[in-house]
């Protein structure tokens, strides 16, 4: 929309092009007039909070959840999308669109009852994707589940979660990015960037340190700041830098003893005055818990009522600006804000509304990221892939012969055919217990057409046993659902230890594939033949698993997350209590903390196998502007094509663990082919946080430049000496800036 100084200035231009025109007629042609640059997205955003009346701006930052709520009695909006997470009424006299949101991460997900539930494309879950190490495959799947967003109706997609894995029980790691900030930054990130492409709006979530769901809503999570910086909140800078999202959404949990939407230090002091972000903060439906408080420390839209105890935003708000309590100022901010990232994205020009979706070319995204998450953890005497000759098969546990196994809470996807196994409890939020009709073995069966394939449930451990005795191979799915609300214990339910101790017993040509939210113990590894993390694979999980056990794709997953021997090498062995954790460990999570104190986990960050082997080496490393430019070889030396995950480390002194993840790729070779690949290691990644100086700070000194295919599979190293640097706490690479 033009403002007035636009317009004058518009016009002017045009009467002084056509008065020089007219003079000089005679000696030359007319030349076409100038047009005005038009107004950037911020100045369109302050000239219409000036045209708005204070009810208009309240109007703006205050969310309903989209979504009729029987226990609070709740009817949503008539104008709300059906079954959706949320509300923003528009301002029809100014042209301000409504915000229609849809709960995300994996796909557009619908709440309440079944009449309401639009079945769509799931991707694999969040730490699959993560599980890739592959940035053009995130965001070619935030591309498709944001493009389903937009022609279903959306135009805000509440996806983007970056929390690290400090606690692996948690229940929403399925949703998250691993335990490393770079990679969990990288690929949220590009995920984030993906779904923005469609011009809509993407958040990044959940800000900051929300890493259990036990006790969600009041547990006070305690971090020292110089570990903030260089773990859990580098996350959120990388994933912010790589992909601009136009909101982020503050968590529920508090963080050094304020709640993340009242915590002015994580919102107004970092987001904005270090980061510079532009965006706006929405809250976590049922995360605020003030109005002047929470505005004033930076929270812009309250969300998803009625989840809060109160309104906050609603008469609460317009009571505080008109005391004072809140300035006039502090809510044109809030409202400005909040357009700014409308209008960036595109939500005004590029208005939604439904329209046809491509299920059948989205499949092929959803599956492929299946493909390059699932990690292929171990294969003794190269027994997979599995021979299409095979006669006899014997498919045992998970629900193998219906579906693949889903996580649970406000991101589940409802898939096109209905769940695959009806009926498990708990039915009701944070359930149904859903599996997407991508049965596993069906897909088998039609890779080894000639073969006798049978079904044992699992229920009866003797029963499977005698069916793998009478089999040429077994495959043993174990599942563990988790989700929103509840964390989960890292062994597996319902005796699956012992199904998979019993049918490996009974034939040492024993696969296991797993189905789960995140790490688990695994104290059969060494029994079976072959295990793969298939993690929780999307609506397409089924041909993607069948795909990989027969080699009609290589594995090339790796760990985005160690998985532990056993509970008393975390650091906090009990389960997650309620009240204060205090993260003791700081910024030493996961891999670092196994480094650190000199663990040897089950299986280590980064690892990773493939049907071909890999070698990597004539590595050098060099200073290079503000960072180190690192050099290698990869060749493949096997005898079929695959994707290897070369990943650079740096080792540095005073700081939280011996090594660091510096810069990764995922590189595609044929036999025999080599590749040179130069990447470059963020400085921030060599620096430790200086809180005096309020800067990242280089110290000067020797450093190792490390490349390996996991965390604990080194292949070469070098010694490169940097001088001392310091940092602003702003800095950014320029591609992010």
């Given at each position: 929309?033009?403002?007035?100084?636009w317009?004058?200035?518009?016009?002017?231009?045009l009467?002084?092009?056509?008065a020089?025109?007219?003079?000089?007629?005679?000696?030359?042609?007319?030349t076409?007039?100038?047009?005005?640059?038009?107004?950037?997205p911020?100045?369109?955003?302050?000239?219409?909070?000036?045209?708005?009346?204070?009810?208009?701006?309240?109007?703006?930052?205050?969310?309903?959840?989209?979504?009729d709520?029987?226990?609070?009695k709740?009817?949503?909006p008539?104008?709300?999308?059906?079954?959706?997470?949320?509300?923003v009424?528009?301002?029809?006299?100014?042209?301000?669109?409504?915000?229609?949101?849809?709960?995300?991460?994996?796909?557009?997900?619908?709440?309440?009852?079944?009449v309401?539930?639009?079945?769509?494309?799931?991707?694999?879950?969040?730490?699959?994707?993560a599980?890739?190490?592959?940035?053009?495959?995130?965001?070619?799947?935030?591309?498709?589940?944001?493009?389903?967003?937009?022609?279903?109706?959306?135009?805000?997609?509440?996806?983007?979660?970056?929390?690290?894995?400090?606690?692996?029980?948690n229940?929403?790691?399925?949703?998250?990015?691993?335990?490393?900030?770079?990679?969990?930054?990288?690929?949220?990130?590009?995920?984030?960037?993906?779904?923005?492409?469609?011009?809509?709006?993407s958040?990044?979530k959940?800000?900051?340190?929300?890493?259990?769901?036990?006790?969600?809503?009041?547990?006070?999570?305690?971090?020292?700041?110089?570990?903030l910086r260089?773990?859990?909140?580098?996350?959120?800078?990388?994933?912010?830098?790589?992909?601009?999202?136009?909101?982020?959404?503050?968590?529920?949990n508090?963080?050094?003893?304020?709640?993340?939407?009242?915590?002015?230090?994580?919102l107004?002091?970092?987001?904005?005055?270090?980061?510079?972000?532009?965006?706006?903060?929405?809250?976590?439906w049922?995360?605020?818990?003030?109005?002047?408080?929470a505005?004033?420390?930076?929270?812009?839209?309250?969300?998803?009522?009625?989840?809060?105890?109160?309104?906050?935003?609603?008469?609460?708000?317009?009571?505080?600006?008109?005391?004072?309590?809140?300035?006039?100022?502090?809510?044109?901010?809030?409202?400005?804000?909040?357009?700014?990232?409308?209008?960036?994205?595109g939500?005004?020009?590029h208005?939604?509304?439904?329209a046809a979706?491509?299920?059948?070319?989205?499949?092929?995204?959803?599956?492929r990221?299946?493909?390059?998450?699932?990690?292929?953890?171990?294969?003794?005497?190269?027994?997979?892939?599995?021979?299409?000759?095979?006669?006899?098969?014997?498919?045992?546990?998970?629900?193998a012969?219906?579906?693949?196994?889903?996580?649970?809470?406000?991101?589940?996807?409802?898939?096109?055919g209905?769940?695959?196994?009806?009926?498990?409890?708990?039915?009701?939020?944070p359930?149904?217990?859903m599996?997407?009709?991508?049965s596993?073995?069906?897909?088998?069966?039609?890779?080894?057409?000639?073969?006798?394939?049978?079904?044992?449930?699992?229920?009866d451990?003797?029963?499977?046993?005698?069916?793998?005795?009478?089999?040429?191979?077994?495959?043993?799915?174990?599942?563990?659902?988790?989700?929103?609300?509840?964390?989960?214990?890292?062994?597996?339910?319902?005796n699956?230890?012992?199904?998979i101790?019993?049918?490996?017993?009974?034939?040492?040509?024993?696969?296991?594939?797993?189905?789960?939210?995140?790490?688990?113990l695994?104290?059969?590894?060494?029994?079976?033949?072959?295990?793969?993390?298939?993690?929780?694979?999307?609506?397409?999980?089924?041909?993607?698993?069948?795909?990989?056990?027969?080699?009609?794709?290589?594995?090339?997953g790796?760990?985005?997350?160690?998985?532990?021997?056993?509970?008393?090498?975390?650091?906090?062995?009990?389960?997650?209590n309620?009240?204060e954790?205090?993260?003791?460990?700081g910024?030493?999570?996961?891999?670092?903390?196994?480094?650190?104190?000199?663990?040897e986990?089950?299986?280590?960050?980064?690892?990773?196998?493939?049907?071909?082997?890999?070698?990597?080496?004539?590595?050098?490393?060099?200073?290079?502007?503000?960072?180190?430019?690192?050099?290698?070889?990869?060749?493949?030396?096997?005898?079929?094509?695959?994707?290897?995950?070369?990943?650079?480390?740096?080792?540095?002194?005073?700081?939280?663990?011996?090594?660091?993840?510096?810069?990764?790729?995922?590189v595609?070779?044929?036999?025999?082919?080599?590749?040179?690949?130069?990447?470059?290691?963020?400085?921030?990644?060599?620096?430790?946080?200086?809180?005096?100086?309020?800067?990242?700070?280089?110290?000067?000194?020797?450093?190792?430049?490390?490349v390996?295919?996991?965390?604990?599979?080194?292949?070469?190293?070098?010694?490169?000496?940097?001088?001392?640097?310091?940092?602003?706490?702003?800095?950014?690479?320029?591609?992010?800036?």
């Amino acid at each position: 929309m033009m403002t007035r100084a636009w317009t004058t200035g518009l016009m002017l231009t045009l009467l002084a092009g056509t008065a020089a025109s007219a003079a000089a007629a005679p000696k030359r042609t007319p030349t076409r007039p100038r047009v005005a640059t038009p107004a950037s997205p911020e100045a369109r955003a302050a000239a219409l909070v000036r045209k708005m009346t204070r009810d208009e701006k309240l109007t703006l930052v205050f969310g309903y959840f989209g979504t009729d709520f029987a226990p609070k009695k709740f009817t949503t909006p008539k104008e709300a999308r059906p079954g959706s997470a949320g509300y923003v009424p528009g301002i029809p006299r100014l042209g301000i669109p409504p915000q229609w949101q849809t709960d995300a991460g994996v796909g557009v997900a619908t709440q309440g009852g079944a009449v309401q539930k639009r079945e769509r494309t799931a991707l694999p879950s969040g730490l699959a994707t993560a599980a890739s190490w592959n940035r053009d495959l995130a965001f070619a799947g935030g591309a498709m589940i944001g493009d389903e967003a937009r022609n279903s109706g959306f135009n805000v997609m509440l996806a983007g979660g970056v929390n690290l894995m400090r606690e692996p029980r948690n229940g929403r790691n399925f949703e998250y990015g691993g335990e490393d900030p770079l990679l969990a930054g990288a690929i949220v990130g590009a995920q984030i960037a993906g779904i923005q492409s469609n011009r809509i709006i993407s958040t990044v979530k959940h800000y900051a340190v929300n890493d259990q769901e036990t006790d969600r809503f009041k547990a006070n999570s305690i971090v020292e700041e110089s570990a903030l910086r260089t773990s859990d909140l580098l996350a959120f800078q990388f994933a912010i830098e790589r992909s601009n999202p136009g909101s982020v959404m503050c968590s529920y949990n508090r963080i050094n003893g304020d709640y993340g939407c009242e915590n002015d230090f994580l919102l107004n002091q970092v987001l904005r005055k270090d980061w510079k972000w532009p965006g706006y903060v929405m809250s976590d439906w049922g995360a605020t818990h003030s109005a002047a408080k929470a505005a004033n420390a930076g929270l812009d839209q309250d969300s998803g009522f009625p989840f809060d105890d109160q309104p906050w935003f609603g008469e609460p708000l317009k009571q505080a600006v008109a005391s004072g309590a809140v300035s006039e100022a502090q809510l044109d901010g809030m409202a400005t804000r909040i357009l700014r990232s409308m209008i960036a994205h595109g939500l005004f020009e590029h208005p939604v509304a439904e329209a046809a979706i491509d299920y059948d070319s989205h499949a092929v995204v959803t599956r492929r990221d299946a493909e390059e998450g699932a990690v292929l953890l171990k294969n003794a005497g190269a027994l997979l892939p599995l021979s299409p000759a095979t006669k006899r098969i014997a498919v045992i546990g998970g629900h193998a012969d219906k579906g693949v196994l889903a996580g649970g809470g406000s991101s589940l996807v409802y898939p096109r055919g209905g769940n695959a196994v009806p009926g498990l409890m708990p039915a009701a939020w944070p359930g149904p217990i859903m599996y997407y009709p991508s049965s596993p073995m069906d897909a088998i069966a039609k890779q080894a057409p000639g073969a006798q394939v049978r079904f044992a449930s699992g229920e009866d451990s003797a029963a499977a046993a005698a069916l793998a005795q009478d089999s040429d191979v077994a495959i043993v799915f174990v599942t563990q659902w988790a989700g929103e609300g509840f964390d989960v214990p890292l062994s597996l339910s319902d005796n699956q230890d012992a199904l998979i101790a019993a049918v490996a017993a009974a034939n040492p040509r024993t696969v296991v594939v797993m189905e789960t939210g995140g790490p688990v113990l695994t104290p059969w590894i060494d029994q079976v033949g072959a295990a793969l993390a298939a993690w929780y694979p999307g609506t397409e999980g089924g041909t993607a698993i069948a795909n990989l056990l027969f080699g009609k794709v290589n594995p090339s997953g790796h760990l985005p997350a160690t998985f532990p021997r056993s509970l008393d090498q975390l650091p906090r062995p009990t389960a997650p209590n309620p009240g204060e954790t205090i993260y003791s460990e700081g910024a030493t999570v996961g891999y670092k903390w196994y480094d650190a104190k000199g663990l040897e986990p089950q299986f280590p960050f980064g690892h990773g196998l493939s049907y071909t082997d890999f070698s990597l080496g004539g590595l050098s490393a060099a200073p290079t502007g503000a960072g180190v430019s690192v050099t290698f070889m990869v060749r493949n030396t096997g005898a079929v094509a695959g994707k290897a995950v070369p990943q650079v480390y740096v080792a540095g002194t005073g700081w939280e663990a011996p090594k660091r993840l510096g810069a990764f790729d995922k590189v595609a070779l044929e036999p025999g082919a080599s590749k040179r690949v130069t990447l470059r290691v963020d400085p921030r990644l060599l620096a430790t946080w200086d809180p005096a100086g309020h800067q990242w700070r280089i110290a000067a000194g020797n450093y190792d430049v490390i490349v390996g295919q996991s965390s604990r599979d080194i292949a070469q190293k070098v010694t490169i000496r940097l001088p001392a640097r310091t940092l602003p706490v702003g800095w950014a690479p320029p591609a992010a800036r």
